[in-house]
């Protein structure tokens, strides 16, 4: 994926806190966990814990505090996205926002700006207090889209994703999906927490799908200076997000780490359909495709 060199970056819509988090997990049932948040959740209390590395990319030495004032310096323009891995995300971030406020205005809607906090270790939120084993995840309470940039790097090297900045985009997409639906009062209808066909898992699915729309929608979305953000999606791209999308599915997870599949504690979908979900809204561009509640067949 390729950003256009002229374009500004927002960074207003990104915070960076690394280095000043502290507290444990996310509660369950705070509506608060992100796209492999409860499984990896389920993975460390159930089977016994897997040690998280945070030593790679996105981390801050102990003490060390990084600030917003750093990306608002480093974070100008699509130049700087292109070479810049964090001002890669701002960029994302920018996209994603732009993409869902001119379609909600389209509906007669108003979109409300998520921001995106950068963190390592530890941070209080207020659905709770999250580690960076909890992934990216999105919080209601207070409208926020939480990332330790080390998650990325353990997709890797825990997962075995291909990884890759489309890949990235995708987990972004998919936690501002809960966003919309946060917005949209669809978060509410979820009263089911866990099973294949509960409404926690068409909750996830259709995030999924939401990813996917942005994705198609992505190039063709503008800027203020009437230019889009992004300028080039691949194919390779996209097979690094369904690459993605296909190792966080609950099954995926739960055979990975030496558990059997149980269909009971499903809670995001399995990998086949994540992936049917996120192509669902790629294909069609079209977020009202994306019904996951009144589907039938989840794919």
Do not use: K
């Not at 915070?15 to 992100?34: H, P, S």
């Not at 889009?228 to 990975?256: K, M, S, V, Y």
């Amino acid at each position: 994926m390729r950003f256009n060199e002229d374009a500004e970056l927002d960074v207003s819509e990104v915070r960076d806190l690394r280095g000043g988090g502290v507290g444990g997990r996310v509660a369950i049932g705070g509506g608060g966990l992100g796209i492999v948040g409860l499984l990896i959740y389920f993975v460390l209390g159930q089977l016994g814990g897997v040690p998280v590395d945070t030593s790679t990319l996105g981390t801050v030495e102990p003490g060390q505090q990084v600030d917003s004032d750093s990306l608002a310096r480093e974070c100008r323009t699509g130049a700087d996205a292109n070479t810049d891995h964090e001002c890669a995300v701002v960029a994302i971030v920018n996209s994603i926002q732009d993409y869902w406020a001119g379609e909600l205005a389209r509906t007669g809607l108003t979109y409300h700006e998520s921001v995106t906090t950068f963190f390592s270790g530890r941070i209080d939120t207020a659905c709770g207090s999250a580690g960076s084993d909890a992934g990216p995840f999105y919080c209601p309470t207070d409208a926020g889209v939480y990332l330790d940039l080390a998650f990325f790097a353990d997709l890797r090297q825990r997962f075995g994703a291909r990884g890759g900045l489309f890949s990235e985009a995708y987990v972004l997409a998919h936690e501002y999906g809960h966003h919309v639906q946060n917005l949209l009062g669809i978060s509410t209808r979820v009263r089911e927490g866990a099973g294949p066909t509960s409404d926690s898992v068409r909750l996830e699915l259709q995030a999924d799908c939401y990813a996917g729309v942005w994705a198609r929608n992505a190039t063709t979305t503008l800027t203020e200076n009437g230019r889009p953000l992004l300028t080039e999606i691949t194919r390779d791209d996209i097979a690094a997000a369904l690459d993605t999308a296909g190792r966080i599915g609950d099954d995926f997870i739960q055979r990975e780490f030496g558990g059997e599949v149980d269909e009971s504690r499903f809670t995001h979908g399995t990998s086949a359909q994540r992936e049917h979900w996120f192509t669902t809204g790629l294909n069609t561009a079209d977020p009202a495709r994306c019904d996951t509640f009144g589907a039938p067949d989840l794919g």
